[in-house]
């Protein structure tokens, strides 16, 4: 579904993605992981749109995108959330759902129809109940849910997760990894960059490391946190996952 080849991208003198490769195929749930300033956030922009590769090549179904601006990526099925959440405050929890509903996948449809989209990520996301609060009213953890939800509004092929879980307490993490499951279960790819390593593990089925803009490890969730170099890099300390 996605393919990534041979990726750099230099800020100045600065190389933030170093000869990045990584496919991703339809129906898997990717984990990306690895410490602050590896270059996680930074490939997700350059497969967005919202940077553009100093090297390298983005192929989304076969077909190349890199060079095509954001919104043309996320019509032809990439959605993403952002980890600095940005709702419209003034507008309804609703409304801030049913604008990705009308931008979407291209298609044209009524505001009464976007309404009628924006009902099932509303609830996914647990927001149902607060759908006319003003978005701006929300708790850090429901604006977060808020992002999801606009993320799954414009009906993406592959969804694209920057930190979602971030600033969530326990029980609102565990809510969107029941979300997140139901959502792969009916047939979403997913990619989510994650610091939540609980999260990670019950949700994803092979992860990408980064360190450095370069790829450290790719492979099974289990095999990545008991890898010596991720271990050393990211994590710190072994993980007891008895």
Sequence with gaps: MLQIENLQKTFGGLRAIADVSAAIAQGEFVG??????????????????????????????????????????????????????????????????VIGALFGDGRRVSVSQARGLAREPLELAGLWDKRRLLAGALTIGDKKKLELARALAVRPKLLLLDEVMGGLVHEDVQELVTVLQRIHAAGLTVVMIEHVIEAILELTQRVIVLNFGKVLFEGTTRAAVEHPAVIESYLGRPLDLN
């Design 32 to 97: 990306i992981i690895g410490p602050n300033g590896a270059g996680k956030t930074t490939l997700l922009n350059l497969v967005t749109g919202y940077l553009q590769p100093t090297e390298g090549s983005i192929s989304f179904e076969g077909h190349r995108i890199h060079g095509f601006p954001p919104y043309k990526i996320c019509r032809l099925g990439v959605g993403r959330t952002f980890q600095v959440v940005r709702p419209f405050a003034e507008m309804t929890v609703e409304d801030n759902v």
